[in-house]
């Protein structure tokens, strides 16, 4: 869906993708450029929205695996495609919709990367508990259920993605 974006013109949308404190849930954050660091342009600043309900005002966009097909709660996403989820997405999420309007081809380049190797079974994961973050790539997590042990030449890597915006950089 957010490839979907970025081919609209909302390309200043970014991802923060990562797990969940249990290790059992893939989740991915959704929010503009501004609100990610200069020194990780893949983590997001923590936002806490007013309201979490009201998606028309809301700043960043939540999905968890734990939703399965109910994309950010929505009980009417159980049969879309990409293209479909971002006509909702754009109705929805008003706000942050305006505010990822705008070209960043670096950083729209780079996603394309990590669809690729998500389509290829390769998850990205900047935070989790289990992992210190790193700050020189974004590690990738195998998870399909055929995989077998690769030798660490033979893993796939994933550069960070460009600076973000926000004028302070992470620290772990």
Not at 25 to 39: H, V
Not at 83 to 91: E, G, H, I, N
Request: glycine share 6%.
């Amino acid at each position: 869906m957010v490839g979907e974006l970025h081919k609209r013109g909302y390309q200043r949308l970014r991802v923060m993708p990562y797990m969940a404190p249990s290790g059992g849930f893939w989740r991915c954050t959704i929010g503009s450029a501004d609100l990610f660091y200069r020194n990780h342009g893949s983590i997001l600043r923590e936002i806490l929205d007013p309201d979490p309900d009201d998606q028309a005002a809301a700043t960043v966009a939540r999905y968890s695996t734990a939703q399965e097909n109910h994309y950010f709660d929505w009980r009417d996403a159980e049969q879309d495609n990409a293209r479909s989820l971002a006509d909702k997405f754009v109705r929805r999420f008003q706000k942050l919709s305006e505010q990822g309007k705008g070209f960043d081809y670096s950083y729209a380049g780079w996603y394309l990367r990590l669809l690729g190797l998500a389509e290829a079974g390769w998850l990205p994961i900047v935070l989790a508990d289990y992992a210190p973050v790193v700050y020189d790539r974004i590690p990738l997590d195998d998870f399909r259920p055929e995989k077998r042990e690769l030798e660490e030449s033979e893993k796939p890597i994933l550069p960070l993605p460009p600076p973000g915006e926000l004028k302070q950089d992470y620290i772990a």
